[in-house]
Nanobody, 114 residues
C-alpha cells in the first residue's frame, strides 16, 4: 500500500522561501509520477507542479519561475522548492503519486503573511 507524508510547510513573509518534501513509501517510487496540489481556504484543490518518472516537469502558470520540483529516487522523496512566495500561495499543499490508489496525505500548511 502506498503511503504519503508531506512536510516542510510553515509561516513565511512575502518574498521568502520554503522547501516542501513528499516522501512516498510502498510501490516502486521511481516508476511514479508525482504531482503537487494545493488547497486554499474556501477554494478547490488545484494542480501546482508535476514531475514524471522520467523527469519531465510542468507547472501551473502562477508558480512557474518561482517554484522548482525535483525528485530523489534514492530517498523516495520529491521536493518543491518555493521561492518569492506570495500571500496567494497560502494553502495546504498535498502530493500525489501516480499511478496509485494512495489516499491523500495530511498535507503541509504554507502560510505567507505580511
Amino acid at each position: 500500500q502506498v503511503h504519503i507524508v508531506e512536510s516542510g510547510g510553515g509561516l513565511v513573509q512575502p518574498g521568502g522561501s520554503l522547501r516542501l518534501s513528499c516522501e512516498v513509501s510502498g510501490g516502486i517510487f521511481s516508476a511514479f509520477a508525482i504531482l503537487w496540489y494545493r488547497q486554499a481556504p474556501g477554494k478547490q484543490r488545484e494542480f501546482v507542479a508535476h514531475i514524471s518518472s522520467g523527469g519531465n516537469i510542468n507547472y501551473v502558470d502562477s508558480v512557474r519561475g518561482r517554484f522548482t520540483i525535483s525528485r530523489d529516487n534514492a530517498k523516495n522523496t520529491v521536493y518543491l522548492q518555493m521561492n518569492s512566495l506570495k500571500p496567494e500561495d497560502t494553502a495546504v499543499y498535498y502530493c500525489k503519486p501516480l499511478p496509485s490508489d494512495a489516499a491523500w496525505g495530511q498535507g503541509t500548511q504554507v502560510t505567507v503573511f505580511s
